[in-house]
């Protein structure tokens, strides 16, 4: 048992100092919070409007996103940060959008506005690849007929990077920047990578910012054809189509939001007076082979393992999995086995829940939306439901059920996993 | 030309321009006058091609960009346009 982090390494402790979200069940984390304590899923059928779908589209898609209405929601967000926001972003692409009212939330939470820390200070990570594919196929047709006229915006927004450039403008973030991709796990991937410029002392603070996934035709139809997707038997029951450790689980079901983490280093935080809202203790990316979709006990075993020995911990300290989750038979069942592996005996004890039933899989940012979950389940004292748990698949393990349960839980894994083998886990942890 | 004012066409031509700088910097349209640049108007080198294309997308032109080579200003732009439609 290791109450205590022992100095595993140099550098400072990293916090968490700002979060915010744009999802299908809450435009702010405060709403956020709420949906998951509640249990209220974003999953609803979706209507096709580029283009050829998969017969029974059911996804977690943001609705009623309002650009300007979400800019100007909060009088106190300072002017010249409203005017840069409008004038970088009003007419970029939606995935841009959402990562702006995102970053914005958490960092007016972290206090970094108008100047907490040095521009030079602050790192900015962006997590996601191919987050423009629903834009650049949107443009497809009227390129085919007048390539003329395509958009010479085109030549920066069709960049993941798009989103270093306007983020750090808007911000005024001048450290270092970089995509991090991992697939799925692009969320935890770009957390470590913040972790990691942190404790390096490159950074004082790092915004880490989970992009949308902006799916096009082309990506639901590619998903739906290597069977990834659910929701056959569920078609006319949307909101029970996402049933992660359930018997009748059939695939993932594709969810959207933007989501942003400030982290920074406790120095850096104290000596500003800002608020730890939690701390991120380690993680740990493990890669299992293969260039195909299949997970892999022992490369997710790795990952936690991993996580838990960057954190200075063992498996007794985890109270807490948010888990992976996605509602696919095989990565539910492979993700309950390495968890087996990982935590013993305590096994039964662990609390686990998937964020995913209640909204959707949000690919590359969902990493960070679910450390997100984590950290308002902590601050808030709650285990969030399994939505449509109605079978599980390992019956020892410690689920919660169709309501959230009260449980002060203090130190958590949190997994993501994606296509071409790629394992990650974080390590987070209360404050007070 | 016509020495006594703009021309009809040239005068429809400003009113797409005027359209399209609204929307890409968004200004009000009475900031807007021709003897301006989009320099002096915030434009930076993209948006002054974003103008440009919307511009002649909206006109049904396809112009050369070296034809915009020497403009200087809001006006030297509406003649280039104006010129390509006759």
């Known amino acids: 048992m290791t109450a205590q982090r022992p100095p595993v390494r140099p550098g400072p402790r990293v916090l968490v100092t700002g979060m915010g979200i744009v999802s299908a069940i809450g435009h702010t984390v405060d709403a956020f919070a709420a949906s998951l304590e509640e249990g209220r899923s974003g999953i609803r059928r979706l209507e096709p409007d580029l283009g050829a779908m998969p017969a029974a589209a059911i996804g977690a898609a943001i609705a009623g996103f309002d650009f300007e209405g979400l800019l100007g929601r909060r009088a106190d967000t300072p002017e010249p940060l409203v005017k840069a926001a409008q004038r970088v972003a009003r007419r970029a692409p939606f995935t841009i959008q959402a990562s702006v009212i995102a970053a914005i939330e958490a960092w007016h939470q972290a ?50 990077s798009d989103q270093i450039g306007v983020l750090s403008q808007i911000l005024g973030i001048k450290g270092e920047g970089m995509v991090a991709g991992g697939a799925s ?23 880490v910012a989970g992009v949308v996934a902006d799916l096009s035709p082309m990506e639901w139809q590619a998903f739906h054809g290597i069977g990834a997707l659910g929701g056959k038997a569920f078609a006319d029951q949307p909101e029970r189509a996402c049933r992660p450790f359930d018997r009748r689980h059939e695939g993932f079901i594709p969810g959207q939001a933007a989501a942003c983490l400030i982290l920074e280093s406790d120095e850096s935080a104290r000596r500003r007076g800002a608020d730890g809202l939690a701390e991120i203790l380690g993680g740990a990316t493990a890669l299992h082979a293969t260039a195909f979709t299949d997970p892999d006990v022992d490369g997710e075993v790795r990952a936690m393992r991993g996580a838990l020995r960057d954190a200075g911990l063992d498996a007794a300290a985890i109270a807490y999995v948010n888990t992976h989750g996605t509602s696919s038979p095989k990565g539910d069942q492979v993700e309950m086995e390495a968890l087996r592996a990982v935590l013993g005996q305590r096994f039964p004890e662990v609390w686990v829940n998937a964020t995913k039933g209640l909204t959707g899989h949000c690919l590359y940012s969902a990493g960070v939306v679910e450390a997100i979950a984590t950290i308002v ?26 309501a959230a349960i009260r449980a002060p839980v203090r130190t958590a894994l949190s997994n993501s996993f994606g296509f071409g083998g790629i394992n990650t886990s974080i390590v987070l942890r209360a404050l007070a | 030309m016509e020495a006594w004012g703009m021309s009809v066409p040239k005068n429809s031509v400003f009113t797409v321009v005027k359209g399209n700088i609204v929307k890409v910097l968004d200004l009000n349209p009475d900031q807007i006058s021709i003897d301006k640049s989009l320099s002096d108007l915030g434009a930076n080198s993209v948006d002054r091609m974003e103008i440009v294309t919307c511009s002649m997308e909206d006109l049904g032109l396809d112009i050369p960009l070296m034809s915009f080579a020497k403009v200087s200003n809001i006006e030297g732009l509406v003649e280039v346009f104006a010129s390509h439609l006759r």
């Open chain 1, 111 to 160: 206090g970094l506005q108008p100047s907490g820390v040095a521009g030079e200070r602050i790192g900015l990570v962006v997590a996601g690849h191919n987050t423009t594919r629903r834009y650049q196929y949107s443009l497809g047709r009227d390129f085919e007929r007048q390539p003329q006229y395509l958009s010479p915006k085109y030549a920066l927004h069709h960049l993941d």
């Open chain 1, 185 to 207: 796990a692009s969320g935890n991937v770009g957390l470590i990578q913040g972790l990691r410029l942190v404790r390096l002392g490159l950074v004082d603070a790092c915004l």
């Open chain 1, 377 to 402: 389940q902590f601050r808030r004292g709650f285990i969030h439901p399994n939505l449509n748990l109605e079978d599980p698949i390992e019956p020892a393990a410690r689920f919660s059920g169709a």
